[in-house]
């Protein structure tokens, strides 16, 4: 293994863990010896991912068994408390993933107020919840926070008007942290998947195989990624690698938002 990607020991808390991008991400670090939390909103789930990521860790030769916790970002509280519960055995936070998120298709006439708040509430309110709940216990200095983004922080796309609105507030969050907490030797950067293959987001944009088709059309690249191509971008960020890499907005999408990130035809 690449001394620079080796987690041996570290402790790493991954909310929204428990399926798709950020499961893959919470695998990643799992199987390079990371000491784990995860969070979601599902206690299955949870219970799940607690179980997998234990066998990760058990091939990796770390014997800490991971902790799951199921809550609502939404829930500032609860939030918190998840946090101080994995801190308070665990230690420090080294590093620390936010990647819950909500998302459906919808004309912006068609959007109820409440339909556009619980994306906001999730994606932006989770994020700034996530954030501020972790900021007494992360490592300082050598910390490194890394929050799930989307193109639709940057690139309009029909149909999507509050994950638009939701993910370009995640971004300028990242940004503005890697201000404030630089100083503390705290490191703040986010990563922006392009069409990962098998996730729900793509089951909801692209939901037939032409979309699919069209999608992977629009992506230099020319196929979706996966979610390890996400988590390793990840686990540079989280590195002695990017020591010096803060406020950085990183695509994982194939050249996707270079061509426009289109999802139609």
């Avoid at 069209?214 to 690698?241: H, I, K, Q, W, Y």
């Amino acid at each position: 293994m690449n001394a620079a990607f080796d987690f041996t020991g570290k402790k790493v808390f991954v909310f929204g863990g428990t399926s798709g991008i950020n499961l893959g991400i919470a695998e990643a670090f799992a199987e390079r010896g990371a000491v784990m939390g995860v969070a979601s909103r599902d206690p299955e789930k949870v219970r799940a991912t607690v179980a997998r990521l234990a066998e990760c860790g058990r091939v990796a030769g770390q014997t800490a068994a991971p902790q799951g916790y199921s809550l609502d970002v939404r829930d500032p509280q609860a939030v918190a408390d998840a946090i101080s519960t994995f801190a308070a055995s665990r230690g420090s936070i080294d590093v620390l993933v936010s990647g819950a998120a909500g998302n459906f298709p919808a004309a912006a006439q068609a959007l109820s107020p409440n339909g556009f708040k619980s994306v906001v509430d999730i994606d932006l309110l989770g994020t700034f919840h996530v954030m501020r709940g972790a900021h007494p216990y992360l490592t300082s200095p050598g910390a490194s926070v890394i929050n799930i983004s989307a193109p639709q922080a940057a690139i309009a796309m029909a149909m999507q008007v509050h994950v638009c609105a939701a993910k370009a507030g995640v971004d300028m969050v990242t940004r503005t942290l890697a201000l404030e907490w630089g100083p503390q030797g705290v490191r703040v950067n986010g990563v922006v998947p392009g069409p990962i293959d098998g996730t729900e987001g793509m089951k909801r944009l692209a939901p037939d195989e032409k979309s699919r088709e069209a999608v992977v059309r629009g992506v230099p690249m020319r196929r979706m990624g996966t979610p390890r191509d996400v988590a390793n971008v990840c686990l540079f960020l989280a590195s002695e690698a990017a020591a010096y890499v803060t406020g950085a907005i990183i695509p994982a999408d194939g050249g996707w938002s270079v061509a426009g990130a289109r999802l139609d035809s």
